[in-house]
Nanobody, 114 residues
Framework: QVQLVESGGGLVQPGGSLKLSCAVS????????MGWYRQAPGKQRELVAR???????TYADSVKGRFTISRDNAKKTINLQMNSLKPEDTAVYYC????????WGQGTQVTVSS
């Protein structure tokens, strides 16, 4: 059974940083591209960043230059370093395969507010 456990969220002031982590189990992690997604209140879930199984990243325009996605295939984890955070980054952040499937974790809340 696939399990995704996100962590690292919290409350941060505008301009601050957070690092999210996602631990994956129950699947052949290294075979798949993975992504970080987010869902803000009243909005649809959107892809923030993705990374191929070989480590090539792609970012949404809204986070390009501020966020960095990485993966450790040995540890079966993906990370999202978020810098220069803005209030509009406030959302619940999830990891999943890319393209996404039906296995979602509980997510981790990121709130950017002064």
């Amino acid at each position: 059974q696939v399990q995704l456990v996100e962590s690292g969220g919290g409350l941060v002031q505008p301009g601050g940083s957070l690092k999210l982590s996602c631990a994956v189990s129950g699947t052949i992690f290294s075979a798949y591209a993975m992504g970080w997604y987010r869902q803000a209140p009243g909005k649809q879930r959107e892809l923030v960043a993705r990374i191929t199984n070989g480590g090539t990243p792609t970012y949404a325009d809204s986070v390009k230059g501020r966020f960095t996605i990485s993966r450790d295939n040995a540890k079966k984890t993906i990370n999202l370093q978020m810098n220069s955070l803005k209030p509009e980054d406030t959302a619940v952040y999830y990891c999943n395969r890319y393209p996404e499937n039906n296995y979602w974790g509980q997510g981790t809340q990121v709130t950017v507010s002064s």
